[in-house]
């Protein structure tokens, strides 16, 4: 019986066996879906290796302030420009994402204000500045003759709609960040888990950070087409958190994020591909969520085994006493 079934599957063509495991060739073997699933997926795989990084280092919310705070350099680089090019628009986002990632650094340095406090004003300042220019610009006979509906992608994300020049620049921004970490990998490790000693050593805290922000603000101006200004620190924070949950060691935590990222880009371009009307970017961070969620149950920091272990104590405790 076994000899049969597994007859038959071999002598299935590749679209049959693909159809065979509930995926559609012809989906798949599209030119659309291939172009977007590239993108999500280089995209993914990036923002999970660097945003662990800033899980790490215990400011994961800042990829959040930077994401809402690129939206006006978006703005204002349409404005400057009159266009709906992609690297005006990228290099924008990452001029407004740097100033307000120097002004939330000089507060929090400068003041006694909780971070979140300060992340929380600079986020919605620069987000309803960005929100004020873009309802300045449509009721502007100026801006009017120049189609802008390519504007609101940049808030909630269509990556449906990614090119194959939206790619390139992905991979333009991912090739050189994977340089970087792979490059700094010692460094990173040593400023992630003891910048004491990091310093005592001379590595310089300063460096480390500039290289950070920056292949944090590359990613982040590349993604914002594709997830939004909203959803992106998602792909920062949701797979590093998930890779955290089944590993200690720095390498194989940045390994499992970069799977995790790449993996639900894969599944959540397929889920939009399949059901009419269901948005990619969302798509990606539903199935990025919900790997989360099951790592925080059955992995080996999971609840399933701080339970079992903690069952395990008490009964060997029991018996102690018993006996």
């Known amino acids: 019986m076994l000899s049969v079934y597994l007859n038959k599957i071999f002598s299935l063509n590749f679209a049959n066996l693909l159809n065979a495991i509930g995926l559609d060739f012809e989906i798949l073997s599209s ?7 590239l993108g999500t997926m280089i995209l ?6 660097v945003g662990t990084i800033t899980v790490l280092k215990g400011q994961s919310l800042i990829g959040d302030a930077i994401g809402h705070s690129s939206y006006p ?11 709906l090019d992609s690297v005006s628009l990228m290099i924008g986002a990452i001029i407004s994402g740097t100033l307000a990632f120097i002004i939330i650094q000089f507060i929090d340095k400068n003041s006694k204000l909780n ?12 987000f309803g500045l960005g929100m004020v220019l873009k309802s300045f610009i449509q009721g ?3 801006y009017g003759k120049v189609p802008q509906g390519g504007l609101s ?4 994300g269509q990556a449906a709609f990614i090119r194959t020049i939206d790619v390139q620049l992905i991979l333009a921004v991912a090739i050189p960040s994977l340089l970087i970490l792979f490059l700094f990998y010692k460094e990173f490790k040593i400023f992630v888990f003891d910048e004491v000693y990091a310093k005592s050593i001379g590595l310089s805290s300063t460096l480390m950070y500039v290289l950070l922000v920056l292949i944090t603000m590359s990613v982040i101006a590349t993604g914002l087409k594709l997830v939004g200004a909203i959803l992106i620190s998602s792909f920062l924070i949701v797979p590093g958190i998930t890779a955290l949950q089944w590993s200690n060691r720095f390498s194989h935590v940045l390994i499992i994020a970069a799977i995790v990222g790449s993996f639900s880009a894969f599944v959540g371009t397929y889920i939009s591909s399949v ?7 969302p798509c990606i961070i539903v ?16 609840l399933l085994a701080n339970w079992l272990r903690r069952r395990k104590y008490l009964n060997d405790l029991s018996k102690s006493l018993i006996d």
């Open 31 to 37: 030119y659309t879906f291939i172009v977007v699933c």
């Open 287 to 302: 199935v990025m969520s919900g790997l989360a969620f099951i790592s925080m149950f059955i992995s080996p920091k999971g």
């Open 73 to 83: 350099g978006i703005i204002i680089a349409f404005m400057i420009g009159m266009s």
């Open 140 to 142: 502007h006979p100026i």
């Open 44 to 49: 993914a795989t990036v923002a999970g290796m």
């Open 153 to 156: 992608n940049y808030i909630f």
């Open 115 to 126: 971070l979140d406090a300060v992340l929380a004003v600079i986020l919605s300042a620069f």
């Open 275 to 281: 059901y009419a009307g269901m948005s990619t970017g």
